[in-house]
């Protein structure tokens, strides 16, 4: 059986994919749409010369981040692996790429080293803050 049209970047036969690959690559393919929306409508409105389109265009982008939030978080609760990566990468401070090694070592000046509800900003749920949404999936 052929792909369907709606994603034409597979890299195996769309019949063989179980429903749970599928749903992730299509929610992969609508964080990526987000995230490149959310970049196209920050450049029209940093061009853009008059201010009350400009204001739509940022409300705009801001849209699309929220939708993009959405997607992520919608994957952080099927896929444990960017679970944990957000858990060990989200809501830290100082060298990003110094996180991980931190976090392994046991402390090492990052948030990591700080109060669970200090890392996530209060949350203790381990969301990405779309609190409306938890235990609507």
């Not at 409300?59 to 896929?79: D, F, P």
């Not at 000046?109 to 990405?128: C, F, I, M, V, Y």
């Amino acid at each position: 059986m052929k792909e369907p049209m709606g994603s034409e970047n597979l890299h195996e036969p769309w019949d063989v994919l179980s429903d749970d690959t599928k749903n992730i690559h299509r929610a992969i393919v609508s964080l990526m749409e987000e995230l490149e929306a959310v970049d196209w409508y920050g450049q029209r409105a940093e061009a853009c010369t008059d201010e009350e389109l400009r204001a739509v265009l940022v409300h705009n982008k801001n849209e699309e981040i929220e939708h993009a939030m959405m997607n992520l978080e919608w994957i952080r609760r099927k896929v444990p692996e960017f679970a944990q990566n957000i858990d060990t990468y989200l809501n830290t401070s100082g060298p990003i790429t110094e996180v991980e090694k931190a976090t392994k070592a046991g402390g090492g000046g990052g948030a990591e080293d700080e109060a669970p509800a200090a890392k996530s900003g209060g949350r203790h749920d381990g969301s990405l803050g779309i609190g409306s949404l938890k235990g609507s999936v």
